[in-house]
């Protein structure tokens, strides 16, 4: 069973650019979320999605946004880059146990490593 | 504030030593606390605990969760270089697939 994907693995951008990466989570998975991660706020939640609904949104300005596919499948978008935006992007998905509740085991994606110039 | 603290935040031992890493949370609707280890990519899944008192192992690894006093413990028996890595705690709240995470313990285990 192939893991959580994400790409693009790695990439560039400008300033003022924006930026869409997207994230395929393990097959049967249908709970999506994304984390920031970077060397002095450690990993953040940013969003999490279900049956293209998002349901919770972490304290990110609006910036920062996302969707998800009917097929799971999920995107994040950030506009208007800021250099404080350099960070490893991580998407992670998890089974769904009864009442649409999201198992207890949460798995990451290698990442996406956004550098912002 | 939901928030989860590891301690400490860097550890440096030799191969074979047993280590200890601490993690209490505070968040509301608590739901469960996962442990990852991390080596320059995605984190990897280690443990789950959702009940007090019961000891997860796998290999040299366990872990155990205090639901009343709010913290969790890693142990590694038998430490070997490649358990160098940062280990990530996380705490799982309510019906969402969010997680609050520590700032992580940085192990490096010296040969």
């Known amino acids: 069973k192939a893991g959580v994907t994400q790409t693009p693995r790695y990439l560039i951008k400008t300033r003022g650019q924006q930026v869409t990466l997207s994230c395929s989570p393990i097959?049967?998975?249908?709970?999506v979320s994304w984390y920031q991660q970077t060397p002095g706020q450690g990993l953040q939640f940013l969003f999490e999605?279900?049956?293209?609904?998002?349901?919770n949104k972490g304290n990110f300005p609006g910036r920062f946004s996302g969707r998800q596919f009917s097929n799971s499948r999920s995107e994040m978008n950030v506009s208007t880059l800021e250099l404080g935006d350099s960070a490893l992007y991580l998407c992670?998905?998890?089974?769904?146990?009864?009442?649409?509740?999201?198992?207890?085991?949460?798995?990451f994606g290698e990442g996406s490593w956004l550098t912002v110039v | 504030e939901d928030k989860v603290v590891q301690s400490p935040l860097s550890l440096v031992v030799h191969e074979g030593d047993t280590v200890t890493l601490n993690c209490s949370y505070e968040?509301?609707?608590?739901?469960?606390l996962l442990w990852y280890k991390q080596e320059k990519k995605a984190p990897t899944f280690l443990f789950m605990l959702?009940?007090?008192?019961i000891e997860k192992k796998s290999g040299r690894l366990s872990s155990i969760l205090d639901k009343k006093e709010l913290f969790s413990i890693l142990n590694i028996t038998a430490t070997q270089t490649g358990d160098s890595a940062v280990y990530l705690c996380?705490?799982?709240?309510?019906?969402?697939?969010?997680?609050?995470f520590g700032q992580g313990t940085r192990l490096t285990i010296n040969p």
């Open positions: 992670a998905s998890s089974a769904l146990r009864q009442g649409n509740v999201p198992g207890n085991t949460i798995y």
């Open positions: 097959s049967g998975h249908r709970s």
């Open positions: 999605y279900f049956s293209e609904t998002q349901r």
């Open positions: 968040v509301t609707n608590f739901r469960s």
């Open positions: 996380a705490a799982a709240m309510g019906g969402a697939q969010k997680l609050v």
């Open positions: 959702t009940s007090s008192g």
